[in-house]
């Protein structure tokens, strides 16, 4: 594996593992195959690992957490983005769905289609601060390496309030 110095965060690996499919419901991946992904990942050297407060509804930044616990690895995650109110209120059911979306072809491509479409857009300053509190609650982190804003538009950029806060 190569490294690279990163100015404040040190030796990094220059791959890294992408991680918005850990935990995901709409991808037959079990917990274990994603607890073991990620161990194989820190075993290959891979030091580099990006998540975002809505892969898996927060899922990828738990299990990043759980796995990530004594390891030398750097953390990158996003946030800006929300699930619609219907999709967070299920979210407790989400144990419950994994299961069908398993076992039903229909289910899960009605599970795509929901997540097809566009979600809303939120980078007020106290909703970026909440959503990093939670994000370092779930990674089991006191601090996150680099934080992202999770797919803003060019409009979202011009807006001097977010770049000011």
Do not use: W
């Not at 996150?144 to 001097?160: K, N, T, W, Y």
């Amino acid at each position: 594996m190569q490294y690279r110095q990163l100015a404040s965060l040190g030796k990094v690996s220059v791959l890294g593992l992408g991680c918005g499919g850990l935990g995901s419901l709409t991808r037959p991946r079990t917990r274990r195959e994603s607890l073991s992904l990620i161990a194989a990942a820190l075993s290959s050297g891979i030091t580099l690992f990006d998540t975002a407060d809505i892969y898996a509804q927060g899922e990828s930044e738990r299990l990043l957490g759980e796995a990530l616990r004594s390891a030398d690895a750097r953390v990158i995650t996003k946030a800006g983005q929300q699930f619609p109110l219907a999709q967070r209120v299920l979210l407790p059911l989400r144990g419950v769905a994994k299961s069908l979306l398993a076992h039903s072809v229909q289910a899960r491509s009605a599970a795509i289609a929901v997540r097809a479409k566009p979600l809303r857009r939120n980078y007020t300053p106290e909703y970026l601060r909440r959503a990093v509190l939670r994000s370092l609650a779930r990674l089991r982190r006191e601090q996150v390496d680099i934080f992202l804003l999770h797919s803003p538009s060019a409009v979202d950029l011009a807006d001097e309030r977010l770049l000011t806060a």
